[in-house]
């Protein structure tokens, strides 16, 4: 099993598996059904979101046999939906997957999808070489569909000549154009289409995609290994998707998450929720000692601070509102989330952004130390002293009184 095949193999067939971006797929299902499909589209967004997914679904669902048919008129009367459409829930016009077009499509063999990248073919000529065949019409189907990617990368030139062809289309041609640097495209490229922004998936909706394909590979994937990976994907569900697969290919069927650390090479992430509660508890010894032994067992002590900060700054959203869990969820896995919320009552909204603030600032201090565990070391001081307090009122070690 290579990562590869994995979001290649799961890349979705209908619209309704597309996650996290109704907001696109709701509004391109009604607009199939009400006969306003757009001759061109624009999406943008991160990488691995869906962009060229629903393009390709664009595409499909223009030809498939059992979605769409073809009257006369001009570009918007051709596409007249037949009155029952194949359709997924509430009948929403869904591409078949049966018929000889779609077929054809799902097995890489459909000719009227063009491909582009922008970021090899960005001249002038290579924008000139599809003003030309656009005028065709199609070879076996209805439509034509141009699917340009990284659009952001053409030419000024190039831009032009697609300006012109976006402004006078054959109504057999439909464009989407892709980006992921949207301020990149000239404003009047953008007027001149259907302009939607892709969302990145939350953590939630990640994992449980990975779990779900997990499951149909038949390996055991535990809630906590795929919300690791998903956070590991930083809402890219590609990268989810490849991660997972890199997994797999490493352990065969049961996958937890000390693997997932183990594999990725993950700092332990136990250690930054221990750190967080020895600091709430002012047990400055235990701080000092946990320090010492991740530097001993060679951890990136930057990169662990980092991994602090986070509590400290979702600690900051919880107390702040408990409503702002969403947020929190999209970086902290459940357990951890949990010792956040036990000692919230030790802070009030100000130590927690102190705190914040204390740590990323003392971030910049790790390149210039001469000895690796300082910085950590007085960050971890300076949280346990409270606010205005000085180091020297915090157990440094337990002396017995006299
Ligand atoms: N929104 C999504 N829902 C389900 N799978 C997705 C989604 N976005 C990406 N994927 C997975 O990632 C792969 C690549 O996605 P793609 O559409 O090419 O991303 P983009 O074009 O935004 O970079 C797909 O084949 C699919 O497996
Ligand atoms: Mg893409
Ligand atoms: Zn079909």
């Known amino acids: 099993m290579s990562e590869l095949v994995l979001y290649r193999k799961y890349r979705p067939r209908e619209f309704d598996e597309v996650v996290g971006q109704d907001h696109?797929?709701?509004?391109?299902?009604?607009?199939?059904?009400?006969n306003r499909v757009a001759h061109a589209y624009l999406f943008s967004g991160p990488r691995g979101v869906g962009k060229t997914t629903v393009a390709r679904l664009i595409a499909k669902a223009l030809n498939c046999a059992n979605l769409s048919k073809i009257s006369g008129g001009n570009f918007v009367d051709k596409?007249?939906?037949?009155?029952?459409?194949?359709?997924?829930e509430g009948g929403l016009p869904m591409p078949c997957n049966a018929c000889d077009s779609c077929r054809d499509f799902n097995e890489g063999r459909a000719l009227d999808v063009i491909e582009i990248d922008a970021a090899s073919s960005?001249?002038?000529d290579d924008i000139r070489e599809l003003r030309e065949g656009v005028r065709f019409v199609p070879t076996r189907s209805k439509f034509k569909t141009y699917i340009i990617d990284e659009t952001h990368m053409l030419t000024k030139e190039a831009f032009n000549a697609l300006l012109k062809t976006l402004e006078e289309p054959p109504g057999h041609a439909v464009f989407v154009l892709a980006t992921t640097e949207l301020d990149?495209?000239?404003?009047?490229?953008?007027?001149?289409?259907?302009?939607y922004d892709f969302r990145r998936p939350s953590v939630a909706q990640i994992a449980e995609r990975l779990a779900?394909?997990?499951?149909?590979?038949?390996?055991?994937l535990d809630q906590d290994a795929a919300r690791l990976i998903a956070l590991a994907a930083e809402g890219s569900m590609r990268d989810g998707e490849s991660i997972l697969g890199q997994i797999m290919a490493a352990e065969d069927k049961k996958i937890t998450r000390v693997e997932v650390e183990r594999i990725l090479g993950l700092p332990k992430r136990e250690a930054a929720k221990r750190m967080f509660e020895l600091i709430a508890e002012k047990d400055a010894s235990s701080a000092l000692s946990l320090i010492q032994e991740l530097h001993d067992a060679g951890h990136d002590l930057q990169y662990f601070s980092k991994l602090l900060l986070q509590y400290f700054r979702n600690a900051l959203y919880l107390k702040t509102d408990p409503e702002l869990l969403r947020f929190v969820e999209n970086e902290l896995l459940p357990d951890e989330i949990e010792a956040i919320k036990v000692h919230l009552t030790s802070y009030?909204?100000?130590?927690?952004?102190?705190?914040?603030?204390?740590?990323?600032?003392?971030?910049?201090?790790?390149?210039k130390s001469p000895i690796p565990q300082l910085p950590l070391?007085?960050?971890?001081?300076?949280?346990?002293?409270?606010?205005?307090?000085?180091?020297?009122?915090?157990?440094?070690?337990?002396?017995?009184p006299k």
């Open 212 to 220: 779900g394909i997990a499951k149909k590979e038949g390996v055991a």
């Open 377 to 400: 070391e007085l960050t971890v001081l300076e949280l346990m002293g409270g606010r205005g307090e000085k180091i020297e009122s915090v157990t440094l070690y337990q002396t017995k």
């Open 184 to 195: 990149k495209v000239p404003a009047t490229i953008v007027s001149r289409t259907q302009h």
């Open 79 to 88: 596409l007249s939906i037949s009155p029952k459409p194949h359709g997924g």
């Open 24 to 34: 696109v797929v709701d509004s391109l299902q009604n607009a199939f059904r009400t």
């Open 348 to 367: 009030a909204v100000a130590d927690l952004a102190r705190g914040a603030d204390v740590i990323f600032s003392n971030l910049q201090s790790f390149k």
């Open 122 to 124: 960005r001249g002038i």
